[in-house]
């Protein structure tokens, strides 16, 4: 298991880039637009140290970031993301968004901060019940 | 410069506990209770990913985290933290908790995400403007 980055959503990237970049003095490792979704990636790691990353989430059509909407989530790479969500299912976890891909799952802590786990390579063969497991709430 | 930890606020630390440990499967690394404060830190971290850590921070006196107080902050250690922090007043970062004691400092992102800052080993000799400058705002 290892951690990926934490996300936080950003109004203005420019002016972020100013502050993460510039300011604070972390590092690009890599940017991504997509035109068809209207947002823009931007992953950054403190020189030396590119294990730990930031995500920057710019969606081009402006959000209001109040009420916690600034801060995205926590997400980690799994070794088996089909018997991590068994576990978390066990453990009375709601799995809000399930593997149906074997690639990627979102769940929410007790205080609701949103957790993406991620299968560490290549996606798992889809699986039931996953497979056909819809979506609850949002993450 | 170095990845240290996300900080979460936690309502129900057992409940926490039984979610980011038990079900999600992270190691807890050291956990300090501070009975003058009123608070508990719990650190948690991938197994096999030491070097990333997840911060809970257990309020004994209970708050409603509604509206991002649930999230707390991003934390770097930096090699000299006046040099950053004065990058930062140079890029028009206002300093929310300035290094008086030469450890730690916090800035705010444009989406007011909170940035903690700590001097990487023993903090530096307190010296002006940073000794006898105010705090401003929250962070």
């Known amino acids: 298991m290892k951690y990926l980055h934490t996300m936080v959503r950003v109004t203005d990237l420019e002016a972020s880039l100013r502050f993460y970049r510039d300011a604070l003095g972390l590092e690009v490792v890599r940017r991504k637009d997509y035109p068809q979704g209207?947002?823009?990636?931007?992953?950054?790691?403190?020189?030396?140290?590119?294990?730990?990353?930031?995500?920057l989430t710019h969606n081009w059509d402006p959000e209001a970031y109040t009420g916690g909407r600034n801060f995205g989530h926590l997400?980690?790479?799994?070794e088996d993301i089909y018997?991590?969500?068994?576990?978390?299912?066990?453990?009375?976890?709601?799995?809000n968004r399930?593997?149906?891909?074997?690639?990627?799952?979102?769940?929410?802590?007790?205080?609701?901060?949103?957790?993406?786990?991620?299968?560490?390579?290549?996606?798992?063969?889809?699986?039931?019940?996953?497979?056909?497991?819809?979506?609850?709430?949002s993450w």
């Open 98 to 137: 399930p593997p149906r891909d074997g690639h990627m799952a979102f769940v929410r802590s007790p205080d609701n901060i949103s957790i993406e786990l991620l299968q560490a390579g290549n996606p798992l063969p889809p699986e039931e019940p996953w497979m056909s497991m819809p979506n609850t709430g």
């Open 83 to 95: 018997a991590l969500c068994r576990r978390l299912q066990a453990q009375g976890v709601t799995i």
């Open 75 to 78: 997400a980690y790479a799994v």
């Open 38 to 55: 209207r947002f823009t990636l931007v992953y950054l790691a403190a020189p030396g140290d590119a294990g730990a990353e930031l995500e």
